[in-house]
């Protein structure tokens, strides 16, 4: 069965970075598109971008293209994304969520677990 | 842009019918066919419900359907349980911005 599984919680000060990873198995890798879905406590999920990971491809929501990055490494099965220069409304909950389709409709099939990050001074 | 609107919240009896209006505009609900519908539980992931407008995925219920008139598309659960209640979402296809809105979200409650 698909499962993707992320890395743990952080808490960050604003202008810090974080860095979240998402651990795929079920699947080849390779197959399925990965997005990233952020959800801020009591609000709608809000879509950031996403990843091919057979050709590393990427496309970002306009709202996020200056301040994040996704990328993948084949080898572990993994994809991660990076957000710099957090602010404290960035304070969510941040999901991989897989697409297995040959081209994105954004459709969000299967979740990971969610990463929440906590932005405070 | 804007988001897509959905009542604050619904409720019925167990074995009622509810239903859920998403309403966008022609940018988005009314101008695609990639609507599709997610069920959260509290603390949980969101769980995709309907795709393509109106399909579900493989073992999802048949209680739920959906369809999509103009620019409001809407969820339909059937047969109401208690294992229903939770936040439901709407999503839509909206160009080259964001690509894809969310509704506001819906708390379903069963009374």
């Known amino acids: 069965q698909v499962q993707l599984v992320q890395s743990g919680a952080e808490v960050k000060k604003p202008g810090a970075s974080v860095k979240i990873s998402c651990k795929a198995s079920g699947y080849t890798f390779t197959k399925y598109i990965m997005h990233w879905v952020r959800q801020a406590p009591g609000q709608r999920p809000e879509w950031m971008g996403w990843i091919t990971p057979d050709n590393g491809d990427t496309k970002y929501s306009k709202n996020f293209q200056d301040r994040v990055t996704i990328t993948r490494d084949t080898s572990a099965s993994t994809a991660y994304m990076e957000v710099r220069s957090l602010r404290p409304e960035d304070t969510s909950i941040y999901y991989c969520a897989s697409e297995p389709r040959n081209r994105p409709l954004y459709y969000f099939d299967f979740w990971g677990q969610g990463t929440p990050v906590t932005v405070s001074s | 842009q804007s988001a897509l609107t959905q009542p604050a919240s619904v409720s019925g009896s167990p074995g009622q019918s509810i239903a859920i209006s998403c309403t966008g505009s022609s940018s988005d609900v009314g101008g695609s066919n990639y609507v599709s519908w997610y069920q959260q539980h509290s603390g949980k992931a969101p769980k995709l419900m309907i795709y393509d407008v109106y399909k579900r995925p493989s073992g999802i219920s048949d209680r739920f359907s959906a369809s999509k008139s103009g620019n409001t598309a809407s969820l339909t659960i059937s047969g109401l349980q208690a294992e229903d209640e939770g936040d439901y979402y709407c999503?839509?296809?909206?160009?080259?911005?964001?690509?894809?809105?969310f509704g506001g979200g819906t708390k379903v409650t069963v009374l």
């Open positions: 999503a839509s296809y909206s160009g080259s911005f964001t690509y894809v809105l």
